[in-house]
Structures are given as structure tokens and as C-alpha cells.
């Protein structure tokens, strides 16, 4: 495990790095579920309290740790290449990937990632960014796909308002388009307020790195929760993270 090291804002020390360690993966694992299950009220299959599922066996694993080797934060990423022989990318369960997928180039996918509650002042999700940034350069990917969830607690109003406002400065080409297999429902026009509302903090990463909404929301009842698919060209990548690794490739 390479690893990188940080002093988040609280003056505690943080160490990253992409991890094959059964232990380390089983961590994130009970950190994923301690944050989707029993904060966010998820319902998820869950083994001895942990979350996995049938992707996790194939997906590099991104994590964080504190000063005491406890895993805050974590993510996972599945290639391409490894999706394609293993039936499909996770968000497949939720959109038709068909148009997208016909654009030449490679693709991965950003899943399951989440902070501890005491680490969620940016520099833990800082460093997964940039774990995940490096990685995407070295091998050679072109597209990065993930999933951003929107809370319907108050029946999808939120989820519509804020889909509205990402479309229309985020939104992808045709060619880039997918369709959901549960469509979230639509709510009348006049009933959506026009004034903005906060967008969720991964989502908001999202944009400000320059990714792109591919088309509606899908209704994710295991989260309870609207999903936008969100597509990210990685030569588009925020200077600090892409700029910065293609530079060391080209150099190395």
C-alpha cells in the first residue's frame, strides 16, 4: 500500500492509499456500513456488520486513516476492462448504459464512498480525490463514471430541484445520455419552488471537477434515495489533482 500523509484541520494526521489488505478492506467495509446503514438508514444486505456486495471483490479499494490506523474515509473503483468480464458496472443495476457505452475510450467507476461524521471538514475526502485522481491517470482512463444520491425524505422535491439546477450548466451530450430503469417520479412544474437549494457534497465535488449529469434521476430504494449518474472526463480534472499527475507521468 502507497501512502500519502495529510494534517487535517483538528491537527490529527491522516495517511492514504489504495489497499489490498483483507483487514484494511474489511474496515471500510464496516465503515460503509456504519455510515449507509445505520446513519443514512440504508437497506442493505449486510454480513456481521459490514457492507459488501458482489462488486468488492473486483474494485480497488481507496482508503484514509486516522492517527490510530482506523479507516475515516473510503471508495472503491471498478475498471472497465474487470466490468466487462464480470457482467457490468454496478450503476448498470440502476441506468441503461447502452448510448454511453458506445463512446469510445475507457471507462471506470467510483462507488461506495463515504467519511466518518468526525472527518467530513474536506481534507479526508481531499485525499480520496486525489488517491483516485493518480490512479485514473496511470492507468490510462478516459472516463470515470459514479452515482450521486439525493435524500427523498421529503418525496422528491429536493431530488427534481436539484436536478434541475445541475442540468443546466452540467449537462451531457446525447452520446452520453443513459435512461433509468426506475424512474423517479415527476412532480408537476408548478409545484417545484425555483429558489436553489444545497447540493449534496459529493455531487457538489463532482461539478467543481468539471463532471457532467447524464440524464434523469433514478429512484434507489436499497438507499432510499435519488441517484443522478454523473460522468467525469478525466483530462477535465481539477488542476490540482490531473495537471498534477500527468505531469509526474510524463516526467517519471
Keep these: 500500500m502507497q501512502i500519502q500523509s495529510a494534517v487535517a484541520s483538528s491537527g490529527r494526521k491522516l495517511t492514504s492509499g489504495v489497499t489490498t489488505e483483507p483487514a484494511r ?8 456500513h456504519q455510515i449507509f446503514t445505520c446513519e443514512y438508514g440504508a437497506d442493505l444486505e449486510t454480513d456481521g456488520g459490514i457492507d459488501q456486495d458482489r462488486f468488492d471483490p473486483w474494485c480497488e479499494h481507496f482508503v484514509v486513516m486516522d492517527q490510530h490506523s482506523e479507516v475515516v474515509a473510503t471508495t472503491r473503483l471498478l475498471h472497465g476492462d474487470v466490468a466487462a468480464r464480470i457482467g457490468g458496472f454496478y450503476s448498470e443495476d440502476e441506468f441503461n448504459l447502452d448510448r454511453l457505452k458506445r463512446n469510445p475510450g475507457v471507462f471506470a467507476e467510483l462507488g461506495r464512498t463515504c467519511i466518518h461524521s468526525d472527518y467530513r471538514s474536506g481534507a479526508a475526502l481531499s485525499m480520496l480525490w486525489s488517491e483516485v485522481a493518480k490512479y485514473l491517470v496511470q492507468e490510462g482512463i478516459d472516463y470515470l463514471l459514479g452515482c450521486a444520491s439525493i435524500s427523498m425524505l421529503d418525496g422528491g422535491y429536493k431530488a427534481w430541484r ?5 442540468q443546466q450548466e452540467h449537462l451531457a451530450a446525447d452520446d452520453f445520455r443513459v435512461i433509468p430503469k426506475r424512474t423517479l417520479p415527476h412532480l408537476a412544474s408548478h409545484q417545484l419552488k425555483t429558489d436553489k437549494v444545497a447540493i449534496p457534497p459529493l455531487l457538489r465535488t463532482y461539478m467543481r471537477l468539471g463532471a457532467e449529469v447524464c440524464g434523469e ?4 430504494p436499497a438507499f432510499r434515495c435519488a441517484d443522478l449518474l454523473v460522468l467525469l472526463h478525466v483530462d477535465k480534472l481539477a488542476h490540482r489533482y490531473a495537471r498534477r499527475y500527468k505531469l509526474e507521468a510524463r516526467t517519471a
Design 217 to 220: 434521476p433514478c429512484w434507489d
Design 162 to 166: 436539484i436536478t434541475q439546477q445541475v
Design 25 to 32: 478492506i474489511v474496515a471500510a467495509q464496516r465503515l460503509r
